[in-house]
């Protein structure tokens, strides 16, 4: 099967409703998001869940919040094959311009990973026909609540899943990009190098989660950049999320890490990746606005530092 999201993705309260957010319908323009800027659906999950919401309480109602909104562009997440399902039938997905879809599968297992296998590849056709054009697969780790590092077989097999999908997507006209968070950058980034430089870079391309890379690495920067730089050719997507002192900021602005470094190295090398505003809350975020005034702001500054994507 498909792993569920980490805990904090999913610990939500009942009854929730986005217009308890301050989300606005289709008369607001500041929503609309004329630019290249995409939204994710997790940052509106922990937005709901700082509110005392919970998403998973009755996500279709939500979605069909969404479809009234100004909003369209946005990135779904797959929490597992039984939401897809429940999901993949009860919602109109033309209402949205869907480029991209993320998803989290336990492919370091050899036991049940043909399935495993055979469940993605199910996901990634049903959004194709919707138009989306990348996967974003996100393997799962061993315990999303504890340090469990994987065996050097457990990364072979991880491997071997992520080269079969992205062949199989390939035939689709897909693009598989490979996510991270902040677990993948423990012993020196081990997992992480082992991902991108076990892979064959003509299929497995890269969805660089920028503050799970800061985070992982010790709250450093520079370690953020150097990884920008190494893998810049393979990059087709960003995450992207802001903090101060370490702490998730309630916008994206200016703050820990430098996001015009990360354009000015992309623009060089003449690359124009996805760009996914993934501003989320967390335990020490102001709270000070509702969701439609943070991610207005939020695209705007987006827009001015990546003005040239």
Known sequence: MICTIPLSRRKFLKNSSLAALGFMTAKTSAMANPSKICLQEYPWRTFMEREG???HNDPIKHYQELMSSAFKKFEPVVDSFEYFKEMSSSVDWS???IGSVYLNAILHEEKNLNQRIGQVRVIAKFYAKLGAKI????PSPISWDEAVDKTDDELNTQVKALSLLSKSFAEMGLL???HNHDSEMRNSGRELHW???KTNPQYVKYCLDCHWIYRGSGN??????????LYADRIVELHLRQSSDGIWTEIFKEGD????KIARVLKYRNLKPRLVLEQAVEKGTPHTMSIEKSYSLGIQYANKIFIDF
């Open 135 to 138: 996967i974003i697969i996100n």
């Open 220 to 229: 450093n920067s520079k370690e953020l950049y150097r990884i920008v730089n």
């Open 53 to 55: 919401m919970d998403w």
């Open 257 to 260: 890490i430098d996001y015009s």
């Open 195 to 197: 991902m991108l430089q």
């Open 176 to 178: 598989l990009a490979y």
């Open 95 to 97: 209402a949205f311009d």
